[in-house]
């Protein structure tokens, strides 16, 4: 792409994730709980279907590698946001037809959560290669704070007015509201996009064309450096999700914090988060100089300073009441948006590193080991407090030696990170570069 987008196209783009998070979180909020509480389904039943959401999310490698073959990122985004908004729209009529017809709605429900991850793998992966192609190197980390925080104003701008509607709940309701949000939210896609990508095919295309799947996902995953950032994105979203849903029932039991408390405990940790990727934006932004403007070094920085966060969240489970859980749960937050916006803006800038015919693809490797991990982190933090709780009476020795496991997660992915820049490479030619490249603001400016 011969220019690079400027702010008002990289907010536009955003748009996209915001419309993706309005989707979603109807299927991860409302529709779970309508499921569990008006049509008195196991927990489990919602918990499955969010599961296979995730795990359709290995499948990004494919729509990566077709989104490089068409040579055009904008088909696949507007075609897997119409397959995010069917499944959306087929969730909410199979939990209004679960009602009467329980087998049928939940084969439809299935049918559709499996839609909904087919969607938003495709759209996701495909936005983010094009912001990888468009955004210039110093803009890499402000770009992955614009589009995370315009995500997360889709969840919060979509739940509560959806719940203002809903009420009085019923399955018609549900099946309206869903449906316009997802109508809505695909409009604002196309609008979002239309234009912003050159109508004409990248030179990269037939290069890509030329090879099958296998053998470009081998040669992908033969680069030393791209197979060592899987890892290292996948060791670092586990141990990012896995206290999501163990953190405000450890301060419930151990710091005997009610409902309303622990609310706003996570609350304060999303703020934390927030002003850790409001800080890397600045920075890799040219403010903070060369050194503080690397990627490498808020990637490293965001994970070590979560493991210590953790660490001390352990400890003070075990100190007692006086121990300040608020200051250490913001920090924890702080640093999950260090470690968060920084490893997004080093994923885009190493997307195109070892050739640009693959981007795609290697962008869809690295989203897959995102989405797997994430949907694995919450269910296995979840079964380790368990089954430490077999082990210690006490729920404080459970929950510590949990964080103290995540925290030891952060330090592999810490160590992972520095280790990606010294990847040896002996491949290809394309792969001696592959090393250099997780230092994008020190090459580019």
């Not at 969840?155 to 997802?182: E, Y």
Request: net charge positive.
């Amino acid at each position: 792409m011969a220019a690079s987008f400027g702010w008002g196209q990289i907010v536009r783009l955003g748009l996209v994730q915001t419309a993706l998070g309005a989707v979603v979180v109807l299927m991860t909020s409302t529709i779970n709980r309508v499921m569990v509480v008006e049509l008195a389904l196991p927990a489990m039943v919602p918990g499955g279907l969010i599961a296979l959401h995730y795990a359709v999310q290995v499948l990004r490698p494919r729509w990566g590698y077709g989104s490089d073959v068409h040579g055009r990122r904008t088909p696949w985004i507007v075609g897997g946001m119409a397959a995010l908004a069917l499944g959306g729209f087929g969730a909410a009529v199979a939990t209004a037809l679960a009602e009467t017809h329980q087998a049928a709605g939940l084969s439809l429900a299935v049918f559709s959560f499996l839609t909904v991850g087919i969607g938003a793998g495709a759209a996701g992966t495909s936005l983010l290669v094009l912001l990888a192609t468009g955004v210039d190197a110093r803009r890499r980390g402000a770009a992955a704070t614009i589009v995370w925080v315009m995500m997360i104003a889709g969840f919060a701008i979509t739940a509560p007015l959806a719940g203002h509607f809903l009420d009085p709940f019923s399955g018609a309701r549900l099946v309206a509201v869903s449906g316009t949000v997802s109508a809505v939210a695909f409009v604002l896609a196309v609008l979002a996009v239309r234009g912003i990508e050159p109508a004409r095919a990248t030179p990269t295309a037939d290069a890509v064309a030329k090879k099958p799947f296998r053998d470009v996902l081998a040669q992908v995953w033969a680069e030393p450096a791209s197979r060592r950032f899987t890892i290292f994105i996948f060791v670092a979203m586990l141990a990012y999700s896995a206290q999501e849903l163990i953190l405000e029932p450890f301060a419930g039991l151990v710091f005997a914090m009610t409902p309303g408390v622990t609310t706003k405990l996570a609350g304060l940790q999303h703020g934390g988060v927030l002003a850790g990727m409001l800080m890397v934006a600045g920075l890799t932004m040219g403010i903070g100089g060369p050194v503080l403007g690397s990627l490498k070094l808020w990637t490293t920085v965001g994970c070590a300073g979560s493991a210590l966060a953790l660490l001390g969240i352990a400890g003070g489970g075990l100190t007692g009441p006086d121990f300040p859980l608020r200051a250490a749960v913001f920090g924890l937050g702080l640093f999950n948006g260090i470690f968060a916006v920084a490893a997004i803006g080093s994923m885009m800038a190493l997307a195109g590193a070892g050739g640009e015919a693959e981007r795609g693809t290697r962008m869809g490797v690295w989203g897959a080991a995102q989405g797997v991990a994430f949907g694995a982190g919450g269910f296995l933090g979840t079964m380790a407090v368990d089954l430490a709780r077999l082990v210690t009476p006490l729920p404080v020795h459970a929950y510590a030696a949990v964080f103290t496991g995540e925290a030891l997660l952060f330090l592999v992915g810490a160590a992972l990170a520095l280790w990606i820049e010294h990847a040896p490479a002996t491949r290809t030619r394309r792969v001696d570069r592959l090393g250099a490249a997780f230092e994008p603001q020190l090459s580019a400016q």
